[in-house]
């Protein structure tokens, strides 16, 4: 049986954080925008549990979701799927987490990103601690801004040791990082060197577009975010007829949603079924 890894990104366009290198930060969306958004996301499930293949569904929104019942309801209705593997979703859980207790647990994780501009140290570390308590794996990830190491050691100091503290390496300009930088963001995420630099991609396989694929509010269907152009519509009969083998086209990536589906890296063998929710099978930092 098939096994998929969707990517699903709704019009949900809003974020109640107000971090200065991201475009959504501090924006809204209209009530008939959040109720569009929610039309969709249920279709999506439906259709999800409609399928007889093997599905893993992150979901990627531009902005925080968790603090809308839609995604919530989401996130439980899939986790209870017999065909879903796992239903994971980027967050930075700054909302609720009591409606966790009602999901499946084993098949939830989450992707949950610290940022010390908008919230405190102490205040992220009590949602993940309630994560530990609930049994819900997750990931804890942080930009890797040079003059924030300080509060990365931090955090991962304070951090279960069990848990995965992934950076994400800026790549705003050449050079950014030194050896020395890289050499101490590295003794905190074995893998930032992964996500320092772009991967030559053109030409070379990848699972994007044939196992893994991306999906918006419609059912328009592109390998990845990252390649535009339209492969089908998951609404549309046939559309299975679209996942196949290609070439990326892109001279690039440097995104860990795109880069981690090249085959070439094989960090599918690194991240086993954690790989939507970024958690490596075994664990890999030596604290």
């Given at each position: 049986m098939s096994?998929?890894?969707?990517?699903?990104?709704?019009p949900l366009s809003s974020c109640n954080y107000s971090c200065n290198y991201c475009p959504f930060?501090?924006?809204?969306?209209t009530r008939a925008e959040l109720e569009d958004d929610a039309r969709k996301l249920a279709r999506f499930v439906a259709w999800v549990g409609g399928r007889s293949e093997?599905?893993?569904v992150l979901f990627t929104p531009w902005g925080e979701a968790l603090f809308h019942r839609s995604y919530q309801e989401a996130m439980v209705r899939l986790s209870h799927l017999p065909n879903v593997r796992r239903v994971a979703i980027q967050t930075n859980l700054s909302g609720p987490l009591d409606w966790l207790e009602s999901c499946q647990r084993e098949h939830?994780?989450?992707?949950?990103?610290?940022?010390?501009?908008?919230t405190s140290r102490p205040r992220f570390l009590a949602q993940c601690q309630k994560l530990d308590r609930l049994g819900i794996r997750h990931s804890v990830g942080v930009v890797g801004f040079k003059e924030q190491f300080p509060e990365v050691l931090a955090l991962r100091r304070e951090l279960n040791p069990e848990t995965y503290l992934w950076i994400?390496?800026?790549?705003?300009?050449?050079?950014?990082?030194s050896a020395q930088d890289l050499e101490r963001f590295s003794a905190v995420d074995p893998l930032f060197t992964l996500n320092a630099v772009r991967h030559e991609s053109q030409g070379k396989a990848c699972r994007a577009g044939a196992s893994a694929f991306s999906v918006d509010g419609d059912g328009a269907m592109r390998r990845c975010h990252f390649i535009k152009p339209l492969i089908?519509?998951?609404y549309e009969a046939g559309f299975e007829s679209a996942l196949r083998e290609r070439?990326?086209?892109?001279?690039?990536?440097?995104?860990?949603?795109?880069?981690?589906?090249l085959d070439v890296l094989n960090l599918y063998a690194v991240f086993g079924e954690g790989v939507m929710e970024?958690?490596?099978?075994?664990?890999?930092?030596?604290g």
């Open positions: 096994a998929w890894s969707i990517l699903y990104r709704g930060a501090k924006t809204t969306n093997s599905i893993r939830v994780g989450l992707w949950a990103t610290y940022h010390p501009t908008q994400n390496a800026t790549k705003h300009a050449p050079d950014y990082y089908g519509n998951i070439p990326c086209t892109n001279e690039t990536c440097g995104c860990h949603i795109g880069y981690v589906h970024r958690i490596p099978a075994t664990p890999i930092w030596q």
